[in-house]
């Protein structure tokens, strides 16, 4: 699925929120989504459990990060949350990294180019 597919088939209720409008917000809710199938994939192989509990996770923390220091208001709270963000994101791409062999490399690529 695209990332133009897949914003068609957000719900209306999220996509009419203010933060709709923040691209990082949508690419972070995209890749979770992305991360939530590749996980299926990499809990076949017994050594994707560990990694697929870390990429899950981190996946997750980047929109709710970023939900979260919206919720804040702007300023230095908003900014602090954003750089939590962007630590989630830099772990989400470490967990696709280790857990490479266990998906195509074309996937680990376009993931890798996403965070």
Known sequence: ???EEWQ???PDEIRNDPL???EAYRLALFLHDLAWEDCAQMMEDRRGKA???QLIRSAGSIGANI???YGRGFGKPFALFL???LGSTRETRGWYYRGRKLLAPEVIKHRS???
């Open 67 to 69: 939900e979260e220091g």
């Open 83 to 85: 750089r939590y963000s």
């Open 8 to 10: 068609e088939q957000v």
């Open 113 to 115: 180019m996403t965070c």
């Open 1 to 3: 699925m695209t990332y």
């Open 51 to 53: 990694i697929t509990d």
């Open 20 to 22: 709709w409008q923040m």
